[in-house]
C-alpha cells in the first residue's frame, strides 16, 4: 500500500499534527490543506475538506498500523475491513461510469461481480476508484488483473459519440441515458451471475430512474444506490474498467485525428475543438463530443 485516505475529526487532525511534530516531520503549505507534512519518502496531507488525511509513500502502511490507527483514531481497521464494512464482501454488483464529464470521448458504464474472495484479492491487487489513479499505465495494469481474477464476472457498455448524441435526443435527459446503460450492464452481469442478490452504484439525481430502467428489463435484483459508491471494491474496480475503455478511446481517436483531445470541458478542450472545426468543418463535433454541452456552443462562437 502506497496511498491511504481516512476520513478525520477536527481533533484528530489537531492529534495528529502534533503527533508529526513529535516524530520529526517536516512541515510544508499545499492548497487547500490545514498542513503537510513529509518525513523521508513518506507525505501526509491533511485537507480542509472534511477535514481528511491523505498519506503517501512506501511506509503507508506502518503509518496507519503504527501511528494513524493507535495514535489519532483510535480505531484499527486496516486489516479489519470485513468487521467494519462486512457489505463490501457480500455477493454483490457494483457498477460506475467514465466519461460523464467529458465533452470529448464516449460514456463508458462497467460493472464487476465480487464476493469475499474476490474482493480480497482485488483489495491485495490495489484496486481502488479510478479518480485516485493520475497514470493510464496504472489504469491498464488494475484493468488487466481485474479480467484475470478467477470468478470476477465483468461487463462494459461504451456508447461512443454518434451514437451517444442520438440517445441523448431521444432520451432528452443524461440521467435517463446514464440508468439505460447501468441497467445494461447489470443485465449482463446478471445473466452470468443469476444468484447475485444485490448491485450497488454511485447516488442518482432522480434515484427512480435507475429503479425504472431495471424493471423495464425485468430485473428484480436489490438496488442499493449511495454517493461515493467508489469506497466498494467492486464500484472501484467497475471504474477502473470503464476508465481505461474510456482513455483508450481518446488515445486512439487522438492519433486518428492528429489533434490531442484534452479532458473535462476545459479552455484546453474549447481549442482543440475548434481546431477540428476549422479543419474539418462543424459536423465533426458529432464524432467525437457530446454536443449537449454547453461547450459546444462555445466552440461553434467566433474566439
Known sequence: MTTHTAPLTPAQAEILRHVLERQGYDFETKPYALFAARKGKLNVTVYEKGPKVLIQGKDTED??????????????????????????????????????????????????????????????????????????????????????????????VAIGPERYNEMHASFKNLNRL??????????????????????LSDQFAQPQVLQRALKDKGLTIQLEQRTKGESDTAVAAASILARERFIDWM???????????????SAAVVHAARELVARDGPEVLGQVAKLHFKTTQAVLDSP
Do not use: N
Open 63 to 156: 503509518f496507519i498500523r503504527f501511528t494513524l490507527e493507535p495514535e489519532v483514531t483510535g480505531i484499527a481497521k486496516l486489516g479489519y475491513e470485513e468487521i467494519h464494512e462486512p457489505d463490501r464482501f457480500e455477493p454483490h454488483f457494483g457498477i460506475d461510469e467514465s466519461g460523464k464529464g467529458d465533452f470529448f470521448g464516449p460514456l463508458v458504464i462497467a460493472g464487476v461481480y465480487t464476493d469475499a474472495v474476490i474482493a480480497r484479492s482485488l483489495i491485495a491487487a490495489g484496486i481502488m476508484d479510478s479518480k485516485r489513479i493520475t497514470s493510464p499505465a496504472r489504469i491498464r495494469q488494475l484493468a488487466a488483473a481485474i479480467r484475470a481474477m478467477p470468478g470476477c464476472s465483468h461487463a462494459v
Open 251 to 265: 488515445d486512439k481517436t487522438s492519433a486518428s485525428c492528429g489533434i490531442k483531445l484534452p479532458l473535462g470541458a
Open 178 to 199: 446514464l440508468a439505460w446503460g447501468h441497467a445494461q450492464v447489470i443485465a449482463t452481469l446478471a445473466a452470468a451471475r443469476p444468484d447475485c442478490p444485490r448491485t
